[in-house]
């Protein structure tokens, strides 16, 4: 999980009691095989988006192996169907609790590689994921699409594609990819330090590992590394679970390093999908991987890319910017500002630092949460009352 000041997203499996869409999914190669790569910002975790039109319009979609159904924004299916509006019907399990979703239009889809005929949506509210990516996300392509055939994740180099199943890769690592006995949800069956764990693979969490509480105690991770407690904003609300980074880490055949490790917050998604944990962006990043679902299987190599190391928050405030200010979401446990009382809710509105004696105008960043050990901060609060504090590592 990325370790910023900033609200984290983690997905949510949609649906419980939801539709099983029927479509037609075509697979379709370009003639430049390069042009099947879709980019993606190695330097920083973040969910997989895609290129795509729906029903002909550009649209921003978030590939994500943790949803279940395609989901559609509630706000771009009132903006292009005439001011109609999908009325919630369904009640779906998501990060932070329970929220609602409404089944959604029959669309017509184009990705890159693939042409989706005639596909059964449902629709939710976007507006927190939008906020926490703050960037547009009209649809969450789930499972019924991706699960159709093989994606290849190779993060470390920039970029990933959808493939079609059948993919041959002798050099590589392999692990079973299976689904849960419903079919809701696809995880893999790997060693995690000495122990055989069943982890869901969730490519709309920015993370990189989370256990419940029982997988943290028989790994030990959580036994010989400094912890703190993080926010994850999903569709259901917000989850505090607890956060180390392992220097090193046993994953299959690879051993893997600096990995944001969380416990669940209580009830949180793997328990829901009664396995082990997940395995989310900040984690894949390290690997180059397929996960071909047809053919269940994972396939995995270390990734020869240098993969920046996640930042650190060193403040220890995950806020978000709204209507001017910096509002705190959550106040990490044993950071600078759990020590100096700081609470959620309480509003910034103004930052400046003082790094090697040169004083920073921060205007509407937030890179002050992950400012060098030892640089002072000085904070003006919306109640007009001034704070200082000093960065410092603390997990």
Not at 40 to 50: E, V
Not at 280 to 309: C, N
Request: charged share 20%.
């Amino acid at each position: 999980m990325l370790a910023s000041p900033f609200l984290l997203l983690a997905s949510g499996g949609l649906a419980q009691n939801a539709p099983k869409p029927e479509t037609t999914i075509s697979y379709r190669p370009p003639a430049d095989p390069a042009a099947s790569w879709s980019s993606y910002d190695r330097t920083k975790a973040g969910p997989l988006f895609a290129e795509a039109t729906i029903e002909g319009r550009r649209a921003a979609v978030m590939v994500d192996t943790g949803v279940t159904f395609t989901t559609l924004d509630l706000g771009w299916i009132k903006q292009f169907s005439n001011g109609a509006e999908a009325q919630p019907t369904l009640r779906v399990a998501a990060t932070g609790g329970t929220t609602s979703a409404a089944l959604g239009p029959v669309v017509e889809l184009s990705l890159p590689s693939y042409d989706v005929h005639r596909l059964q949506t449902l629709a939710a509210d976007f507006s927190g994921i939008k906020s926490a990516l703050s960037r547009p996300v009209d649809m969450a392509l789930g499972m019924n699409v991706i699960g159709a055939g093989s994606l290849e994740l190779d993060l470390g180099a920039g970029h990933w594609r959808f493939a079609p199943t059948g993919i041959r890769w002798p050099q590589a690592a392999t692990a079973r990819l299976l689904y849960t006995p419903d079919r809701y949800h696809s995880y893999i069956v790997i060693d995690i330090e000495g122990h055989v764990l069943r982890l869901g693979v969730d490519t709309g969490y920015d993370g990189g590992l989370m256990l419940t509480k029982n997988a943290a105690t028989i790994t030990g991770l959580f036994d010989r590394n400094p912890t703190t407690t993080v926010a994850s904003a999903g569709l259901g609300g917000i989850a505090i679970s607890t956060l180390a980074v392992p220097t090193k880490m046993k994953f299959g055949v690879s051993e893997l390093s600096n990995i944001p490790t969380e416990i669940e917050a209580d009830g949180g998604l793997p328990t829901q999908w009664k396995l082990d944990g997940l395995i989310g962006i900040d984690l894949l990043r390290q690997l180059h991987a397929v996960l071909d679902f047809p053919a269940s299987t994972f396939f995995y190599l270390p990734s020869t890319e240098v993969s920046q190391a996640p930042d650190r928050a060193t403040i220890g405030i995950q806020s978000e910017r709204k209507d001017g200010a910096w509002r705190i979401i959550h106040v990490m446990a044993n950071s600078p500002a759990a020590g100096a009382g700081w609470k959620s809710g309480e509003r910034i509105c103004a930052v400046s630092r003082v790094e090697r004696n040169k004083t920073i105008p921060q205007g509407t960043n937030t890179t002050w949460g992950v400012s060098s050990p030892g640089t002072k901060l000085k904070f003006k609060m919306c109640d007009g009352s001034i704070r200082r504090l000093t960065a410092r590592n603390f997990y």
